[in-house]
């Protein structure tokens, strides 16, 4: 009964602290990708969102894009200006 006991508390610690599972995003793929009259002005990653600020190289057009970590597909678009 203690070996029981003692085996299922390694395995949960062992499941907690298991690092190596979790997998590392290096790059993402936007869908749609990102138009080349736009520049890039700040990103900020939030939970499973990247949210991009983007701005229209003559400056009257500004949006707010969110995408998915994951799958890299368009969340939300904001218009701003």
Not at 3 to 12: A, D, K, Q, R, V
Not at 44 to 55: A, C, K, M, S, T
């Amino acid at each position: 009964m203690i070996l029981i006991l003692l085996s299922i508390t390694i395995f949960g610690i062992y499941k907690k602290y298991n690092n190596y599972s979790s997998k590392n995003i290096n790059f993402i793929t936007l869908k749609p990708l990102i138009e080349e009259t736009y520049i890039i002005k700040n990103y900020q990653i939030e939970d499973n969102h990247v949210v991009i600020h983007l701005e229209n190289d003559n400056g009257n057009t500004k949006l707010i894009r969110s995408y998915d970590i994951k799958n890299g597909k368009l969340h939300t678009e904001i218009k701003i200006k």
